[in-house]
């Protein structure tokens, strides 16, 4: 072969191997631009997946917040999933208002970690009240499909997004710093017979005025009568360190100083300790507080005793100097006022609320409910 023909024959390989090169480039190119538009829109469907998350998570903290008060005993399912599904459209995803999704009541349990829909069975001791919520986007539902704006090089026009969020509710095992006044008062004021508190409906018995029957908690051994065969209530300092005027003025300031919970021993300190009424008006009246329930027969003498529950109070007037207690209002005789004088020196006139919760608490159980929640909360 003559030199010119094997010149030919290497230019002719060069330029072979050029474009073979010049194609595994171009198709380089194309997968690189693929994978980075693919990327691009897995990117727009993270955004997506995470604004339906936060839009669960909402929408079940919303309709859990209405489990409590319960109905006749129960949790409020209807009430809790129709604020749920309320919810709803106040989320949005790529700017576009969520109409709908699937909003289930049900039992969770805290030690499994699982959810049941049979809401008409008694809970076990592990269950707590929740509302189950989820959201998704896909054909015909929420604007549709994510849609892809590169993917379709792949043949994908879009992707399908969904989250799910589970809320509940629980009455408080604990009392963070701050949150309680430190007054006790009877777990008998909870029974039938007191007529405060109707444990089947959840929430306080209403006097002839239709309001929340109103008690007084006289000062010590000033009022001589119960509160309808009970002890009403009595100061306490919580802890025994702390067994003097000045502690219960500044537990009316502050609240509790250490985290209290349930079974845990408070000090009952009887007496008029008229002193800190003025105090106590500045602080309660007018308020909702928590207050620790305690058995009746430890409200008659100074000493420990554990919590059993906690309760939530209104407070109606404090009253510091000589005043109207029995007939408050002019809505008397009201349990636990003098009926002799028809008058107490010092007192307070309040009555059993619904609606309190307890700053800085955890929740566990079912436990009774007397008015007092934890804040809903999401578990997974």
Not at 17 to 46: K, N, P, S, T, Y
Not at 138 to 164: E, H, I, Q, R, Y
Not at 203 to 211: E, H, L
């Amino acid at each position: 072969m003559n030199r010119g023909a094997q010149g030919a024959g290497r230019r002719a390989g060069r330029r072979s191997q050029r474009g073979a090169v010049a194609i595994i480039a171009g198709l380089v190119l194309i997968l690189l631009l693929g994978v980075g538009a693919f990327a691009i829109d897995i990117g727009r469907w993270l955004v997506v997946d995470n604004e339906l998350q936060n839009a669960s998570d909402t929408t079940a903290l919303a309709g859990a917040g209405h489990l409590y008060p319960p109905v006749a005993g129960k949790p409020n399912w209807a009430k809790a999933a129709q604020q749920g599904n309320a919810a709803i459209p106040l989320n949005a995803s790529e700017k576009v208002s969520l109409s709908t999704g699937s909003v289930v009541p049900g039992w969770w349990d805290f030690r499994n970690h699982s959810f049941d829909t049979d809401t008409g069975r008694a809970p076990g001791a592990d269950d707590l009240p929740a509302l189950r919520a989820s959201i998704s986007r896909k054909p015909g539902v929420n604007a549709g499909s994510v849609a892809m704006l590169f993917g379709k090089l792949f043949g994908v026009d879009g992707l399908d997004a969904a989250a799910t969020a589970t809320a509940v509710v629980s009455v408080p095992t604990n009392a963070g710093i701050g949150a309680l006044a430190p007054v006790a008062v009877s777990s008998c004021l909870l029974t039938p017979a007191a007529g405060l508190w109707d444990a089947v409906a959840g929430a306080p018995i209403n006097g002839a005025n239709g309001q929340p029957q109103k008690f007084v908690i006289a000062s010590g051994a000033a009022s001589g009568t119960q509160c309808n065969g009970c002890n009403c209530g009595q100061w306490t300092t919580f802890e025994k360190a702390l067994n003097n005027v000045p502690a219960i003025r500044q537990l009316l300031d502050q609240g509790n100083q250490t985290v209290l919970s349930i079974g845990q021993d408070i000090w009952i300190q009887p007496g008029v300790e008229s002193t800190v009424y003025d105090t106590a008006d500045q602080r309660l009246s007018g308020q909702q507080v928590v207050l620790p329930i305690v058995a009746d027969d430890a409200l008659s003498s100074k000493g420990f005793t554990p919590i059993i529950q906690w309760a939530c109070v209104q407070v109606y007037d404090v009253i510091k100097t000589q005043g109207t207690c029995y007939n408050y209002n002019n809505e008397g005789p009201l349990p636990g006022g003098n009926p002799k004088s028809g008058q107490d020196k010092f007192c307070m006139v309040v009555s059993f609320a619904n609606g309190c919760t307890v700053p800085g608490s955890e929740g566990g159980g079912t436990g009774p409910y007397l008015g007092v929640n934890v804040p809903p909360r999401l578990v997974q």
